[in-house]
């Protein structure tokens, strides 16, 4: 498998779309889609990466600006309570992502009352405070989310899902509201993601032992089932939000008729909170992931994860916002140092970070950010192949313009 990322015909179709907003966002903005109930939105991101020590998410350590976003959203009301939505994505990492436009997300939507409405199509997956925005880049301060919980290398694996949600807001009287959903279905996984070619190299390093060629060119990934929920409390406190999200998955690698790997997550559970104050902000999640995993019929990993964060922000004015974080993630909660192979000895990730975040107009944002890590989680191994170290540094800067 290839990891080059040339953009398609369609990519460039849609960044031509893109660069026109850019160019006359004034006149797009004045183009009356049938009133409100058609809206069309879109955003560009442009980032830059360089790392210290250590590869991350690619060839990074002499820089690459293969950090890029295009979407473009549409959302189309039809009736009072029937809507049909989509966001064609353009994503380009350092590694992976052959630069295609997939579907983001794609529902049809019923909202019968308040309590209680029906999305059915590929339909974002609720996971912590943050997963189903996380291609917004203009709602949040970081570049990167917290990768113990918002991990970049399975974002496929936790972004959406092809399958149905019945969702509803329940009041509770003077305490607030809670928002529900439920959701199952099925993920379907892209060849060029991070962990198929993650899954790529278990096959590469069981040659090496066995003394076989068995080719990657024809391995599939797939999602056999997953399903979840989540509660999000909304107190009657100005500024306090918490969650608690759940989901559980099973997945299979294969090639030709040898199943390669197998991952069961028996449950993966968030708890949120967050507060805002005044020029203040602090947001903290704790989360612990129950699964099994195997490679040719052998258990390689079974047993709980763990992690946490905790992100401090000051916007000392409306347009700048200042934020330290402190991202902590075990790959065994219980066994925290057990080395995984020869090229991860330092299976945990702990993460200080400082970041800036200036929004230059309404429309444009410019972010900067420094993290200096402990710990080769993630599929470090992998991107590192000749050993990873265990202290190690990135850097991002990052503009974006959404309308």
């Avoid at 060839?59 to 600006?65: A, E, L, N, P, V």
């Avoid at 379907?188 to 993601?193: G, M, V």
């Avoid at 992931?289 to 994860?305: A, H, I, K, W, Y």
Wanted: aromatic share 14%; charged share 20%; hydrophobic share 35%.
């Amino acid at each position: 498998m290839s990891s080059s990322c040339v953009p398609t015909v369609r990519a460039k179709v849609l960044l031509l779309a893109i660069l026109f907003c850019l160019l006359f966002p004034q006149s797009l903005l004045a183009i009356d889609l049938s009133g409100d109930n058609i809206q069309l939105h879109g955003f560009l991101t442009q980032g830059y990466l360089e790392s210290k020590e250590n590869n991350f998410l690619g060839d990074t350590k002499d820089g690459t600006f293969r950090l890029t976003e295009i979407g473009l959203n549409i959302n189309a009301h039809l009736t009072e309570k029937f809507r049909l939505g989509g966001q064609a994505l353009y994503c380009q990492l350092p590694a992976g992502n052959k630069g295609k436009v997939r579907a983001d997300w794609l529902v049809a939507e019923y909202h019968f009352a308040d309590p209680f409405g029906v999305r059915l199509g590929k339909v974002k997956m609720p996971m912590g405070l943050y997963n189903m925005e996380r291609d917004s880049d203009f709602l949040r301060p970081l570049i990167f989310l917290p990768q113990s919980i918002y991990d970049e290398t399975r974002r496929d694996s936790w972004q959406a899902h092809w399958g149905g949600e019945i969702y509803g807001n329940l009041l509770l009287s003077h305490w607030g509201d809670i928002d529900y959903q439920l959701f199952g279905g099925r993920i379907q996984y892209d060849d060029d993601s991070l962990a198929t070619l993650a899954a790529s190299e278990i096959v590469n390093r069981y040659n090496q032992q066995n003394s076989l060629h068995l080719s990657t060119e024809d391995l599939s990934r797939q999602n056999n089932y997953v399903y979840g929920a989540a509660l999000f409390f909304n107190p009657a406190l100005k500024g306090l939000r918490s969650a608690l999200t759940f989901l559980a998955l099973d997945d299979e690698s294969w090639l030709h008729e040898n199943q390669v790997s197998s991952l069961h997550v028996r449950s993966k559970l968030v708890a949120s909170l967050e507060y805002s104050w005044q020029q203040f902000s602090m947001t903290t999640e704790y989360s612990e992931t129950d699964r099994r995993q195997e490679q040719f019929n052998v258990t390689t990993l079974d047993g709980p994860s763990q992690s946490w964060y905790l992100l401090l922000s000051y916007s000392p004015i409306e347009a700048l916002t200042f934020s330290l974080l402190y991202d902590e993630y075990y790959r065994l909660k219980n066994n925290r140092h057990e080395p995984v192979g020869p090229n991860n000895l330092y299976p945990w990730r702990k993460d200080l970070a400082a970041s800036l975040r200036y929004d230059i107009t309404e429309n444009w944002t410019a972010k900067a950010e420094w993290h200096a890590i402990d710990g080769t989680a993630f599929y470090m191994g992998y991107f590192n192949p000749h050993g990873a170290e265990r202290y190690w540094q990135y850097g991002a800067l990052k503009l974006s313009f959404n309308f």
